[in-house]
């Protein structure tokens, strides 16, 4: 038995006996005016006393204790442990029963009450210990997607800046090579017309691109800030597909673009320029990742409820299901596989992470699906409509918007 169990199990006995005489010498000092049944009463709480503060055996010594205090002072014959009266000897054993019964009742209420509390110390410790696995798997997830990110970033920056720069770079520096002194220890580049203008042609459209993905990013950053303001104003939805296509035309000039509108479809209620820039992103994916040749599909339509459903479909090699959702993460495509630079579309993979961003920045919603027959990525989108209040709204709020020309 440990040391500290031992001394409190003493300290309950002394208790007990202390407790016992003290009571009895209190109720002796008032008395034949006492009655057996109070000094009883006053007993047994001595006894639950003990037994809720010191456990069953001390408890179980002050019932017997109190039994032998109650017959040899208040039973008569007084002074005796002989008992005369037959009623007495039932309500000595009833006294002893009932002393013992509470006794052990207290102990075991103040078990459950000592276990209850065990118990919930243990359910708070692993509660300690689930949330901090939880906060050093997150911290740790957290991490992992960080180098993801990071990954992604020095995957696009060396792709997508080194290779127009590159291109730039040997442009102007066939130029100059051009324009040197023609010694005769130097070798001799000569460029007709042709040339010329072909090289700066390289050098205008690599220095659209880099500038393409600087917009990207700032876009990006302006999304996941929360800075993106919408200039919302009535007009329909055929009129953004038109500037989409407008824009998008040297890149579907191999390519079939058929447009489906309803006839009864309302205007919306909508910022046109950002919602033709999600129209052009997804034209823009469609003709890269289709083969020449193939059609482009654009329908829009009324969706359930106060919405309007647009969709971009191509007969391109489709995107799996699982990867279906991850290609809205920004730089997903610079990642999702081997491909190597030469082989895979340009772009930096913030196209529809911007898009995303754009539709669900007017309450909207983007996702992909199969195409017509399981061929090919239909991407669709839908636009609430829009009401007078949200108008109000809209021209009050101040700020004028930007949206980025990122290819995907």
Same mark, same amino acid.
């Given at each position: 038995?440990?040391?500290?169990?031992?001394?409190?199990?003493?300290?309950?006995?002394?208790?007990?006996?202390?407790?016992?005489?003290?009571?009895?010498?209190?109720?002796?000092?008032?008395?034949?005016? %006492?009655?057996?049944?109070?000094?009883?009463?006053?007993?047994?709480?001595?006894?639950?006393?003990?037994?809720?503060?010191?456990?069953?055996?001390?408890?179980?010594?002050?019932?017997?204790?109190?039994?032998?205090?109650?017959?040899?002072?208040?039973?008569?014959?007084?002074?005796?442990?002989?008992?005369?009266?037959?009623?007495?000897?039932?309500?000595?054993?009833?006294?002893?029963?009932?002393?013992?019964?509470?006794?052990?009742?207290?102990?075991?209420?103040?078990?459950?009450?000592?276990?209850?509390?065990?118990?919930?110390?243990? %359910?708070?410790?692993?509660?300690?210990?689930?949330?901090?696995?939880?906060?050093?798997?997150?911290?740790?997830?957290?991490?992992?997607?960080?180098?993801?990110?990071?990954?992604?970033?020095?995957?696009?920056?060396?792709?997508?800046?080194?290779?127009?720069?590159?291109?730039?770079?040997?442009?102007?520096?066939?130029?100059?090579?051009?324009?040197?002194?023609?010694? @005769?220890?130097?070798?001799?580049?000569?460029?007709?017309?042709?040339?010329?203008?072909?090289?700066?042609?390289?050098?205008?459209?690599?220095?659209?691109?880099?500038?393409?993905?600087?917009?990207?990013?700032?876009?990006?950053?302006?999304?996941?800030?929360?800075?993106?303001?919408?200039?919302?104003?009535?007009?329909?939805?055929?009129?953004?597909?038109?500037?989409?296509?407008?824009?998008?035309?040297?890149?579907?000039?191999?390519?079939?673009?058929?447009?489906?509108?309803?006839?009864?479809?309302?205007?919306?209620?909508?910022?046109?320029?950002?919602?033709?820039?999600?129209?052009?992103?997804?034209?823009?994916?469609?003709?890269?990742?289709?083969?020449?040749?193939? @059609?482009?599909?654009?329908?829009?339509?009324?969706?359930?409820?106060?919405?309007?459903?647009?969709?971009?479909?191509?007969?391109?090699?489709?995107?799996?299901?699982?990867?279906?959702?991850?290609?809205?993460?920004?730089?997903?495509?610079?990642?999702?596989?081997?491909?190597?630079?030469?082989?895979?579309?340009?772009?930096?993979?913030?196209?529809?992470?911007?898009?995303?961003?754009?539709?669900?920045?007017?309450?909207?919603?983007?996702?992909?699906?199969?195409?017509?027959?399981?061929?090919?990525?239909?991407?669709?989108?839908?636009?609430? %409509?829009?009401?007078?209040?949200?108008?109000?709204?809209?021209?009050?709020?101040?700020?004028?918007?930007?949206?980025?020309?990122?290819?995907?």
């Amino acid at each position: 038995m440990p040391i500290k169990t031992r001394n409190a199990r003493l300290a309950g006995y002394i208790v007990a006996v202390v407790g016992i005489a003290s009571v009895t010498a209190a109720l002796r000092l008032l008395g034949e005016s %006492i009655n057996s049944t109070t000094v009883a009463l006053a007993m047994l709480l001595v006894v639950l006393f003990v037994a809720a503060s010191w456990g069953s055996r001390p408890a179980i010594l002050a019932s017997v204790l109190g039994v032998l205090g109650l017959n040899f002072f208040f039973l008569p014959p007084v002074g005796a442990f002989t008992i005369a009266d037959p009623d007495n000897w039932i309500a000595l054993i009833a006294f002893l029963i009932t002393a013992v019964t509470a006794g052990q009742l207290s102990v075991r209420v103040s078990r459950r009450a000592e276990e209850a509390q065990a118990g919930r110390l243990e %359910i708070k410790r692993l509660y300690d210990e689930l949330r901090s696995a939880f906060e050093r798997a997150s911290h740790a997830e957290a991490l992992r997607q960080s180098e993801r990110l990071k990954t992604a970033l020095l995957d696009a920056v060396t792709h997508d800046l080194r290779t127009p720069l590159t291109s730039i770079k040997a442009s102007v520096t066939t130029l100059l090579d051009e324009l040197k002194t023609k010694a @005769p220890e130097l070798p001799s580049v000569a460029l007709n017309e042709e040339g010329r203008r072909e090289m700066l042609e390289v050098i205008d459209e690599e220095c659209d691109r880099l500038n393409r993905f600087i917009e990207g990013l700032v876009e990006m950053a302006r999304i996941e800030a929360g800075e993106f303001r919408l200039r919302r104003r009535w007009g329909t939805i055929e009129e953004m597909i038109e500037m989409a296509l407008a824009r998008a035309k040297n890149l579907t000039d191999r390519h079939r673009v058929g447009v489906e509108i309803d006839r009864n479809l309302p205007v919306v209620l909508v910022d046109a320029r950002a919602v033709s820039e999600v129209i052009y992103t997804l034209v823009d994916n469609a003709s890269k990742y289709s083969p020449a040749g193939t @059609p482009i599909h654009i329908v829009a339509s009324r969706d359930k409820g106060e919405m309007i459903r647009a969709s971009v479909e191509d007969r391109g090699p489709g995107i799996p299901a699982e990867l279906r959702e991850r290609v809205f993460d920004k730089f997903f495509r610079a990642i999702r596989d081997g491909a190597s630079n030469r082989s895979r579309p340009s772009g930096t993979g913030m196209g529809l992470a911007i898009a995303r961003g754009i539709v669900e920045a007017h309450n909207g919603r983007i996702w992909i699906e199969s195409g017509k027959g399981g061929l090919g990525t239909k991407v669709v989108f839908t636009l609430p %409509i829009g009401d007078e209040e949200e108008n109000l709204q809209a021209k009050e709020a101040p700020g004028e918007p930007s949206y980025a020309r990122a290819e995907d």
